[in-house]
């Protein structure tokens, strides 16, 4: 079935009769379409709120993505990708979510840089925390030595860090990494 609808008030009135699932084919194939860029904006994020209403994570941080590259606003554009760097570690995507840090550092200006140096790294820290209460050690242990070797620190956050690193390492049965740090510690 090919969709015909072209304007956000055409597709937002369609959208009201559908359940999740209908609507997220109903605006994929609405993307097929040649919309113009707010219209393409409106259909991108409300799937993206679908995605992760129904957590679906990794799709909705992809949307995220590609809904960064059609902001002219810069602010706007570094909010998005920070969004997809919360998803893509909820998805359990580091890697993923490291390109979208890094590209959302490179969009920032000068003054930005600090917040979202700090926004992400305490979407890590976050993570981290709730792997490891959930018991989900190896996640934690990846993301833990992320922090510690790519965010500046503090020496409180450092060594905050170091003792969660050494918990899981014991509990891993990392003996030569926990010792080297018990070491350093």
């Known amino acids: 079935m090919r969709i015909v609808d072209k304007t956000k008030d055409e597709i937002s009135g ?17 993307l097929k379409n040649t919309l113009d860029i707010e219209t393409r904006r409106f259909v991108l994020s409300n799937l993206a709120g679908i995605y992760e209403n129904r957590k679906m994570f990794s ?12 902001n002219l ?19 359990g995507m580091i ?10 550092l490179s969009s920032a200006t000068e003054q930005e840089k ?9 979407f890590y820290r976050a993570q981290a925390a709730a792997h490891h209460s959930q018991g989900k050690r190896r996640h934690a242990l990846v993301i833990y030595e992320r922090i510690l070797k790519d965010f500046p620190l503090d020496l409180q956050e450092k060594r ?6 050494l918990d899981l390492y014991k509990k891993l049965g990392k003996v030569r990494e926990y010792l080297d740090l018990s070491k350093k510690l």
């Open 14 to 30: 369609k959208m009201k009769k559908m359940g999740d699932y209908v609507k997220m084919g109903y605006l994929k194939d609405c």
């Open 59 to 70: 799709e909705s941080a992809k949307i995220y993505r590609t809904l960064s590259e059609l």
């Open 73 to 91: 606003n810069k602010n706007s554009k570094v909010n998005d990708l920070l969004k997809s760097v919360q998803l893509f570690m909820r998805a």
């Open 95 to 104: 890697d993923e979510a490291d390109m979208s840090y890094m590209k959302a």
């Open 114 to 122: 600090q917040r979202v140096i700090e926004g992400v790294k305490s």
């Open 160 to 165: 905050f860090v170091k003792e969660q690193l």
